[in-house]
């Protein structure tokens, strides 16, 4: 049905209907079984006999005042969106004798039995026609989708199918290998920038003295020095990586990894992920930045956040935040942070089940439990987010069921959102952190950690074990922030921190 005015998805299942799908320009489809169309035709007739007696309005008018037209879903309908992006739009693009490989969608059912029952009828339905079930994915939380290889005369069979939801070609990989590439250093002779070429600081786990990095790594210290310099955590040196090369993919590519920048890194991580015991965080990260700035660093990227989570309400912001708001002013400086990844398990803003990342993106981006969090309320240090550099999916595309979340320049779909303080704009900016797939088949959310192709390229802390490797998150978009921010410091070695952070967000510009 097509809606003139929206109504609320609880006000339909208040009134004992489910919502199967809201698609773009208002259109609704309700309904599962008989049974709730029998009762909305019941409904509807209500509504039809106009006001009765003393009420104001006919009966159910919250309903159907708003509802334009009402329709049943044909099978062009059901053609997926790659599907017309190929100007396939009706039936007869579907050549009989034709071999098509494809995803098949179906509405939910009301239980898990009731879910693989509706699944065997179709796989019956494809086999007996000569057709092959490549494999299949049967969620809990309304996720059902097949992958099969069918002739054109059998797939438009099945797009008349009221069951099936959409039928579509999967997804194609954009970019993406399934293991990073191989890099040895037989290949590659990494250069040192240049003596004076600006300092970022890197504030994390700590580093390594991977080939890669060492040219461009002029000190690493600790805070407090008990903590050791050497990243046995593994998460600064992936941030280390891009905050020196940018984009170490296009380093593979050219062949060179010759940094522009210098760096510093400073530990106040220990080696399980935690911060200190004694100092509070605060203390911890003023005499970080101190020290850096000691040492003429004047660009800092802290891809850190809160463990525990806790999305910013609104209210006052946290010493840690206020903390780098003063250093920022002080030392004149630019601050990098990450916006923070979104939670998992219970406080997770998809929804309790890991699949549902997958049915409620992109919507949840914006639930309150998805907004940015310590010590990304800084207002004057530049909080960054994460974007998508591709579908994520790994070369051979996977099974039906990994299933691809997010695109090309959309929003990572672990990445936090705003307002900051005082409904300040945050992330101040966005740059690619790489994406995450969901994974039927072990029922989890999976990124650049196990896909190299869902993630961005850094260096490998363990580099003995391979030089380069991939991770997702806004802690991998951050630091490429920062080395932008340092390519500028070294054009206009005399620019203000107000100056570095303006000419940013000047140059930055809006993805579709």
């Known amino acids: 049905m097509n809606l003139e005015a929206p109504v609320q998805e609880d006000t339909w299942r208040t ?99 009731d879910r693989h029952i509706r699944v065997q009828k179709i796989v019956d339905h494809v086999e007996r026609a000569g057709s092959e079930i490549l494999s299949r994915y049967i969620g809990e939380a309304g996720l059902i989708v097949l992958r099969a290889n069918t002739r054109g005369a059998v ?106 920048v210098r760096i510093v890194s400073v530990k106040i991580v220990n080696d399980e992920g935690q911060f200190d015991a004694d100092a509070t965080i605060p203390e911890q990260t003023e005499k970080a930045i101190r020290a850096l700035h000691d040492r003429g660093c004047r660009i800092v990227n802290m891809s850190l956040g809160d463990k525990h989570r806790v999305p910013f309400d609104g209210g006052r912001v946290s010493p840690w935040a206020a903390t780098l708001d003063r250093l920022a002013r002080e030392l004149d400086i630019v601050i990098v942070v990450s916006a923070g990844n979104s939670a998992s398990g219970a406080r997770a803003p998809w929804g309790e089940r890991a699949e549902h990342i997958a049915q409620n993106y992109p919507d949840y981006l914006l639930s309150p439990k998805n907004r940015i969090i310590d010590p990304a309320t800084s207002a004057i240090a530049l909080t960054v987010g994460s974007l998508a550099h591709a579908n994520g999916l790994p070369a051979d595309g996977g099974g039906a069921e990994l299933r691809a979340i997010a695109g090309l320049n959309l929003p990572s779909p672990v990445t936090r959102c705003g307002p900051g303080a005082n409904d300040s704009v945050k992330p ?45 998150g806004t802690s991998m978009a951050a630091p490429r922030i920062a080395f932008k921010a340092a390519l500028l410091l070294a054009a206009m070695p005399a620019a203000s921190a107000n100056m570095i952070r303006a000419l940013l967000a000047l140059s930055a510009d809006y993805p579709e």
């Open 428 to 472: 101040d900016l966005v740059d690619f952190g790489g994406t995450a797939l969901y994974d039927g088949m072990t029922q989890t959310i999976v990124t650049g950690d196990k896909y190299a192709s869902a993630g961005m390229l850094t260096l490998r802390p363990d580099y003995t074990q391979g030089l380069i490797t991939a991770s997702t």
């Open 155 to 260: 797939l438009r069979d099945i797009l008349r199918l009221p069951v099936v939801a959409r039928v579509d070609f999967p997804p194609i990989p954009d970019l993406g290998e399934r293991d990073p590439p191989v890099v040895t250093l037989r290949d590659q002779e990494p250069q040192a920038p240049p003596a004076d070429a600006p300092i970022i600081g890197v504030i994390d786990s700590g580093s390594t003295e991977h080939p890669f990095l060492v040219p461009s790594l002029i000190e690493s210290l600790a805070i407090p020095e008990s903590l050791g310099t050497a990243d046995i955590w593994g998460h600064g040196m992936k941030v280390a990586g891009i905050a020196a090369f940018g984009d170490v993919r296009e380093c593979i590519d050219r062949n060179t990894f010759a940094s522009p």
């Open 15 to 113: 009134a004992g209907f489910k919502v199967l799908a809201q698609e773009p320009d208002g259109i609704l489809v309700l309904f599962s079984d008989d049974t709730e169309l029998a009762e909305f035709r019941t409904r509807l007739a209500e509504y039809q006999k106009g006001v009765q007696g003393d009420a104001k309005n006919p009966a159910h008018n919250g309903l159907f005042a708003a509802i334009d037209t009402i329709g049943s879903l044909t099978a062009d309908d059901r053609i997926g969106l790659r599907m017309r992006a190929d100007g396939i739009i009706g039936l007869d693009a579907f050549e009989d004798n034709a071999s098509y490989i494809i995803d098949i969608e179906l509405w939910d059912a009301p239980t898990q039995l």
